[in-house]
């Protein structure tokens, strides 16, 4: 039995995409269940149609509360089918709640592009920039009730050159976040083929 993935995105999903090309060339044996976006005209919905992926639209403008719209977006999560066992956060820019995250027994993960504890919340690699850090990176992680503060999974360490801008150090750091999710992802995927042996 494989391991069935929500992937919950936000954006242009090149992180999605490297998922997709994981599972298309057999370097990751999971099944992804479907892409949940929260904004309309995202590239990363028009990645998950052309792997022929489902994909379903939640956003928060459509809901008259912001608990309203995170029970629809679990609604849509927990209606994909096969029923996903761990969703993968790939540039999904909000924050969700303790009750989202308990509907899915804690098995949410996210990826952010710095070396967490260092840089959590928005613009991580300005930050690690204005601070003058030397080397940066990318953290995939559990995701808990805090911001980006859950327990690290795995890490990629890029070095920050002197000439960097936000730019070009996203770039180099957005290479890096590729092969690590995809790594992450293939340990859950072994450990779980393990555990649901028929
Ligand atoms: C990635 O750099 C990801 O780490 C970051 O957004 C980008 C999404 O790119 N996520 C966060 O900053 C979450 N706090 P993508 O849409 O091309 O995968």
Redesign the pocket.
Known sequence: MKLALAVL????????QAVLDAVADGRLSAVISGVVCDRRGAL?LERAAKAGVPTALVCMEDYPSRKEWEVALADAVEALEPRPDLVV?????RILSPAFLERFGGQVI????SLLPAFP??D?QKQALDRGVKFSG?TVHYVDAGC?TGPIIGQRVVPVLPDDDVDSL?ER??EQ?HELLVEVLSGFAARWEEEHKE
Do not use: K, Q, Y
């Not at 995105?9 to 999605?16: E, F």
């Not at 956060?89 to 820019?93: D, Q």
């Not at 996210?110 to 592009?113: L, S, V, Y």
């Open positions: 995105v936000s954006g242009r999903g090149t992180n999605l990363a956060l790939a540039g999904f820019m996210n990826i952010h592009p919340g928005l991580a990318c980006d996203s750091i957005l976040e």
